[in-house]
């Protein structure tokens, strides 16, 4: 029988979502000892629901309820109620990821000081550095089972896909090609066995070898007795005591019923378009624009990676299907160098996608029509694809709103997601896919063609952590600037994006919170 708490226990600490970022703190405060109640829009899914079908899987697991897409980017014409693609279910877009797992760079933490001020950029230092979260990356690490150094597996063997982009890459001069590091198992590794290389990593690991909250903290955080998780709980509004110090959140249950849960703090951890909406739409007397807002930062600094994909039809089979989705990363563009026209750096990380989701993808105005359309798919064995994943500058603009009149089922307006390019994203991107395409040419590609953007898999930044309360929204911790028992625990919490894939940096803060949280409690500051 797993615990239960009383709605008005007020000793628990109610956490808002269970991926990677309130997945990972649940089970580290229960192996604390601290009691929490994890609150999780979606259902509860079992390995066995895991089935290798691209679109089965997204129609079962994504976030579809409805969404606005805003800004000049295509993505707001081919996919107007889609701007991201996030995971509404126990275990959160940890079930959906690809399992790439690279830590920042030193300098990310600190691009402001770096390159200075840049128009039309909300730059900003984060207010930690790579020294003080280097102990809880190697602890991620290890916790999630990262290839290499910390947890002892090797890197994986490379897949055909990433061998035809690597010899591309050396005959261009690239030298840093590894496969990995990912958090997915080469031998077994913490009660889960080793990968089986049929691809379809991102449609959920039916084998458990990939790491996913789903699998691991979760049932582990429960099996404590500190820990209980409510699934089809959709948080609807964070309350507060007249010093306004948050103590309950009200939710709507599977049934649609409202139930409070009495809080003794709450930490957000909805992904970077829900987090900034409940707080916003927690606005009372005494916080009339939302929740932690003083600064009027919530909602705003979105990022999402500056990204593009390339693909190249090679005279031979290649069958990227293959393998690991993810199957191997070039750091080499990674590096800080202004000389390339741009600040930030990006990885390009060979990708596959099944033909469901590439026939889509290739041409998601159309529909997907003509003869170099159907030429392409007919070609989909000699495919290759890349993805370039970049530095995406925050700009205040860019951001989570609330629409004026349209509701959602729980009758809470509608998230508007505004998302436009800098100058330096579209520098970055274009010399990206130039790099990709001569990767390509250099092994002999019969042709290479961009594939438009799809929903955004990387959500970060609205939440923003900052050293002084009028520039961001959470300190150090990722604890709120104006409230301090309410914390911000997932990947809306970045001061930026960085040139590596977020979840590894999400994990490795919530280890590091749920540090902190613990101090405090033990210090009865909480
Ligand atoms: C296809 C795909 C591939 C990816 N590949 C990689 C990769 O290789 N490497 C990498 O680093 N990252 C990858 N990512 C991104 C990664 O999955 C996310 O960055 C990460 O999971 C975000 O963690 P989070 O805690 O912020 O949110 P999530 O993991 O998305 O968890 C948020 C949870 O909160 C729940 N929730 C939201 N609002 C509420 C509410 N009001 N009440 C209750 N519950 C709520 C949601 O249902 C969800 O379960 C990928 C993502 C996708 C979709
Ligand atoms: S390739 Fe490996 S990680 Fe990916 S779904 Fe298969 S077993 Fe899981």
């Not at 997204?58 to 606005?68: A, G």
């Not at 049932?219 to 110090?245: F, Q």
């Not at 898999?457 to 301090?484: C, L, Y």
Request: aromatic letters at 8%.
């Amino acid at each position: 029988m797993s615990t239960r708490f009383e709605h008005d226990d007020d000793g628990v600490l109610v956490i808002i979502g269970s991926g990677a970022g309130g997945g990972t703190l649940a089970h580290a405060l229960a192996r604390k000892g601290i009691k929490s109640v994890v609150l999780e829009a979606g259902k509860r899914y079992a390995l066995e629901d895991i089935e290798n079908d691209e679109w089965a899987m997204f129609e079962k697991i994504s976030w579809l309820d409805e969404r606005i897409t805003a800004g000049p980017r295509q993505l707001s014409e081919t996919f107007p109620n889609l701007p991201a693609w996030i995971v509404k279910g126990v275990g959160g877009s940890t079930i959906h990821w690809a399992g790439v797992a690279l830590r920042f760079q030193p300098h990310e933490f600190r691009l402001h000081s770096e390159v200075g001020d840049i128009a039309g950029a909300n730059l900003l230092d984060w207010p930690i550095s790579y020294e003080e979260l280097e102990p809880y990356y190697v602890q991620a690490e290890r916790h999630m089972g990262v290839t290499g150094d910390a947890s002892g597996m090797p890197l994986h063997d490379w897949n055909n896909n990433f061998m035809v982009l690597a010899e591309g890459a050396r005959r261009v001069g690239y030298e840093k090609l590894r496969a990995g590091p990912m958090a997915i198992n080469t031998r077994p590794y913490d009660d889960r066995p080793q990968c089986m290389q049929a691809g379809f990593c991102m449609q959920g690991c039916r084998f458990g070898a990939k790491w996913s909250t789903m699998y691991t903290d979760i049932p582990r955080a429960e099996a404590t007795g500190y820990c209980e998780v409510r699934p089809n709980a959709m948080a609807l509004t964070i309350e507060h005591d007249e010093r306004g110090r948050v103590n309950a959140v009200v939710y709507a249950d599977a049934e649609g019923n409202l139930q409070r849960q009495r809080a003794r703090a709450v930490c957000v951890a909805g992904n970077s378009i829900e987090s900034p909406r409940l707080l916003l739409n927690s606005h009372s007397a005494l916080f009339p624009d939302g929740l932690a807002n003083s600064s009027g930062q919530v909602g705003r600094n979105y990022m999402t990676h500056a990204t593009a994909c390339v693909f190249a039809e090679m005279p031979k089979p290649v069958n990227m299907h293959r393998g690991t989705t993810f199957a191997g990363i070039i750091s080499d563009e990674a590096r800080l160098d202004r000389s390339r026209g741009f600040v930030g750096g990006y990885t390009l990380e060979v990708m596959s996608l099944g033909l469901p989701f590439f026939a889509k993808f290739m041409d998601p105005a159309n529909g997907g029509w003509g003869r170099d359309y159907a030429a392409i798919l007919e070609k989909y064995d000699h495919l290759s694809g890349v993805w370039i994943c970049g530095e995406d500058l925050p700009m205040e603009e860019n951001g989570i709103t609330l629409h004026d009149s349209r509701k959602d089922q729980y009758g809470l307006p509608v998230p508007i997601v505004y998302k436009g390019d800098h100058p330096n994203d579209e520098a970055l991107r274009r010399h990206g896919q130039q790099q990709a395409r001569s990767c390509y040419e250099a092994v002999g590609a019969v042709r290479v063609f961009d594939v438009p953007d799809f929903p955004t898999s990387h959500n970060v930044g609205t939440n923003r952590m900052s050293a002084r309360p009028e520039d961001g929204v959470v300190n150090q911790w990722g604890q709120a600037h104006d409230i301090d028992n309410l914390f911000v625990s997932d990947g809306s919490q970045f001061t930026s994006s960085g040139a590596e894939n977020p979840t590894l940096t999400i994990v490795a803060l919530a280890l590091r919170q749920a540090d902190h949280i613990a101090e405090r409690m033990s210090r009865g500051e909480l």
